[in-house]
């Protein structure tokens, strides 16, 4: 095959990579060409040897050295409303404990590699070869500088917790756009590594790799379906376009994310919800998320009237979750806090815990915001806090999932085969459609009630407790 590019021209790459587009790799270099390997990542190691003519290797510099590019090719999958979606969070380089440690971000592997992408996205479909999988669009990508600034904070984050012994402790959820991904399945053999002073760390860690968490891909997935799948030259425009911006450039580079977020909601402490609508111009609300508003606009600065903080450009990217929580004059809080309905067909599907629903919903970062009754009958803004579910509450949450997966598997369908509230496991199920006959498609057959994720009265009332005493 002639490899037309030019490989110190990230341009020339990309005009080249287009002849991939609306077509599977045998279309695009010819039957019989390609010998398959195995293992995840395959079609970009396939993509690499027979459409760019680049050998296999472990470097761990990026795919076109000489034009400071990487590939990265990554899968959508189809919606039942026929829409493409992301797949997955991308991996980017396996976090070596002992020696990433002693890196800072601007000569960290991470930043070299995947400052400068070249993503091709190509449609999954199981049961296919990965050579037969049609190629849909393909960007150019430079992670925008205020993205970069946000991403140096998530790395330093991660390197603290292995400096400190505690890479067992790392968590997904610790972090805003840049993750750090479990790499192998539960009960892998665990990573012993060697701390700056020499010593061993006590306790193993499971691998992780960098990744840019499933969100940050949606945006940079909605930016190239706006291009028509034609390639894309100018990503700065994701900054400079996307959304309402919460943060500017310049504060970030001053404080982290989170202190910028948190400081917003400090001059409120203790005020009764009245007070706060008062101090913010804005009318109250009798609708059942009165409080999510009040909080909403506390971040947006109460700056533009029914600015919606989920649209931000930076709560789209991360996929933060906010989460109200109202607590008794006891301290109890009001109700449990739900998630969204277990999608039964889905659920049946997952064999992987790490690559389960479930397990992105507990793993992701939450803003909590907490506002307790006093003596009087006021209702007081007490805290906010970031949170991200504890290594050893998703061993937990583990069981969880595997009994409701038994349970639907066994068409058990019902509240006396899930955990119970009464039970005290931390989580729980319960219905939750909009009257009895609100149903759903069973994958046994039939019809059956619409139940989803909770955490427990006394969970929530832990996690709340614990930020207490963190302060």
């Known amino acids: 095959m002639n490899y037309d590019y030019d490989k110190t021209d990230k341009w020339s790459i990309l005009e080249y990579s287009k002849k991939l587009l609306g077509k599977t790799l045998e279309e695009a270099v010819g039957k019989g060409v390609i010998n398959p390997v195995h293992g995840k990542g395959q079609l970009g190691q396939l993509v690499e040897m027979y459409f760019f003519g680049i050998e296999n290797n472990n470097r761990q510099e990026a795919d076109f050295p000489e034009a400071g590019l990487e590939l990265k090719v990554t899968p959508l999958k189809e919606l039942k409303d026929r829409t493409l979606a992301i797949k997955e969070r991308l991996v980017c380089t396996m976090i070596d404990f002992t020696e990433d440690q002693k890196i800072p971000f601007e000569r960290s592997h991470i930043y070299l590699k995947c400052a400068f992408m070249l993503i091709p996205f190509y449609l999954h479909k199981e049961g296919v070869p990965v050579y037969q999988l049609k190629f849909i669009y393909d960007v150019l990508w430079q992670i925008p500088e205020k993205d970069l600034l946000i991403m140096k ?49 006590e306790i193993p860690a499971p691998k992780r790799a960098f990744s840019l968490k499933p969100q940050y891909m949606r945006t940079i997935l909605e930016f190239a379906k706006k291009t028509g799948g034609q390639g894309t030259y100018n990503t700065s425009a994701l900054v400079h376009g996307y959304g309402p911006h919460l943060i500017r450039e310049n504060d970030l ?184 006959s609100d149903l759903t498609a069973n994958p046994n057959g039939g019809f059956v009630k619409k139940y989803c994720y909770w955490f427990n009265h006394d969970y929530v009332r832990a996690i709340v407790d614990n930020a207490e005493l963190s302060d």
């Open 153 to 201: 904070q998530d790395y330093e984050k991660i390197v603290a917790k292995i400096r400190a012994g505690k890479a067992h402790e790392i968590s997904e959820g610790d972090t805003t756009y840049l993750g750090a991904c479990r790499k192998g399945q539960k009960g892998d053999a665990d990573v012993y590594y060697t701390l700056l002073d020499g010593s061993k760390a």
């Open 253 to 436: 580079k001053k404080k982290s994310f989170e202190t910028i977020l948190l400081e917003r909601f400090e001059p409120f402490y203790g005020t009764p919800y009245q007070e706060i609508l008062d101090l913010i111009g804005k009318e109250g609300s009798k609708a059942k998320s009165k409080y999510y508003l009040v909080a909403n606009e506390i971040l947006t600065k109460g700056e533009t009237l029914g600015k919606d903080v989920l649209k931000s450009e930076e709560f789209q990217k991360s996929g933060i979750v906010i989460k109200t929580i109202r607590l008794t004059k006891s301290g109890r809080p009001a109700e449990a806090m739900s998630f969204e309905n277990i999608n039964y067909f889905d659920i049946l599907q997952e064999d992987d815990w790490y690559e389960s629903r479930l397990y992105d919903i507990f793993t992701q970062r939450f803003l909590f915001i907490v506002f307790q009754e006093d003596e009087d009958g006021n209702t007081l803004l007490k805290k906010a806090f970031f949170w991200t579910m504890p290594a050893k509450d998703l061993d937990d949450a583990v069981l969880y999932w595997s009994n409701i997966k038994s349970a639907v598997k066994d068409n058990h369908i019902a509240p006396e085969y899930f955990y119970r509230e009464s039970d005290h496991k931390k989580f729980h199920v319960r219905p939750k459609g909009k009257n009895a």
